[in-house]
C-alpha cells in the first residue's frame, strides 16, 4: 500500500536552533499536512498544502508541497520550549476525493 | 479547540469487558474517522464514515466496530477487550466529499486495559 516515510525519527535541539523535517514517498500527493502532537492531546493542524512548489508559512514555521509531488518538508526557526511535541505529516493521494495516509512522526525535543 | 468532542477522556476497564467511545464532528463536517495511537507510536487509521456510511477501513479488529449515527455523531465499540488494546483512541472529522479537507482531531480517550 501507500507509505510516508518521515524523517527523521526524533530530534534534540538547542533552543534557538533551526529545524528541518521531511516526508517522502514513491507515489504521488495532491494534498500535503503538516500536524503538531503535544502531551495527552489530539493532533493541530499547522500547515495544508495544496499545490506542488507552493510554500506556506505559519508564524516560525515554513512548508513546502515538494514540485515533484512525491516529498513536502517542514522548517522551524528558532525554536522555543513550546515547540516540543511529535509533527506528523499526512497525504492525500488519489483524486480530489482521495485516501489519507500519515507519517510516523517526527519527535522534536527543545533543550533550553 | 478544534470543535470535535470525545467522550469520556479516561476509561478503565478490565480484560474481556466492553466499551463504547464517543465522537461529535464538528458542524458541518460530514465525515468521521477513528484513529488508534499506542505508546510513542504512529496513527493506526481504524475506519472512516461519511455521512453515516462506512467509507474506508483500516487496521480494525474484528473484535472492533463503529458507526456513524444520522445526526452524525460517531461510537466506537471495542469488545473482548485484550491488555494491548490499551492506546489514546482519537476521533477527527472533516468536511471530505467537497475536497481533500484537513482532518481536525479531538483530544482522544485514553483506555486503560488491566
Known amino acids: 500500500g501507500q507509505q510516508l516515510n518521515q524523517s527523521p525519527q526524533s530530534m534534540f535541539i538547542q533552543e534557538g536552533e533551526d529545524v528541518s523535517m521531511n516526508c517522502t514517498s514513491s507515489?504521488?500527493?495532491?494534498?500535503w499536512l503538516w500536524y503538531k502532537q503535544e502531551p495527552g492531546e489530539g493532533p493541530v493542524l499547522l500547515i495544508a498544502l495544496y499545490k506542488a512548489g507552493e510554500l506556506t508559512s505559519n508564524g516560525r514555521l515554513t512548508a513546502q508541497f515538494g514540485i515533484t509531488r512525491k516529498d513536502s518538508f517542514l522548517n522551524i526557526s528558532a525554536s522555543i520550549p513550546s515547540d516540543v511535541g511529535i509533527y506528523f505529516c499526512?497525504?492525500?493521494?488519489?483524486?480530489?476525493?482521495?485516501?489519507?495516509?500519515f507519517g510516523k512522526g517526527t519527535k522534536l525535543s527543545v533543550k533550553p | 479547540d478544534s470543535g470535535v468532542t470525545q467522550t469520556p477522556k479516561h476509561l478503565i476497564t478490565a480484560t474481556g469487558q466492553r466499551v463504547t467511545l464517543r465522537c461529535s464532528p464538528r458542524?458541518?463536517?460530514?465525515?468521521v474517522y477513528w484513529y488508534q495511537q499506542s505508546l510513542d507510536q504512529g496513527l493506526q487509521f481504524l475506519i472512516q464514515?461519511?455521512?453515516?456510511?462506512?467509507?474506508a477501513k483500516g487496521n480494525i479488529l474484528e473484535r472492533f466496530s463503529a458507526q456513524q449515527f444520522p445526526d452524525l455523531h460517531s461510537e466506537l465499540n471495542l469488545s473482548s477487550l485484550e491488555l494491548g488494546d490499551s492506546a489514546l483512541y482519537f476521533c477527527?472529522?472533516?468536511?471530505?466529499?467537497?475536497?481533500?479537507?484537513?482532518?481536525?482531531f479531538g483530544n482522544g480517550t485514553r483506555l486503560t486495559v488491566t
Open positions: 507515489s504521488i500527493f495532491n494534498t
Open positions: 499526512a497525504g492525500y493521494y488519489g483524486g480530489s476525493q482521495g485516501n489519507l495516509i
Open positions: 458542524s458541518g463536517d460530514l465525515s
Open positions: 477527527a472529522s472533516s468536511a471530505w466529499g467537497q475536497e481533500n479537507s484537513p482532518l481536525h
Open positions: 464514515y461519511y455521512n453515516g456510511e462506512e467509507r
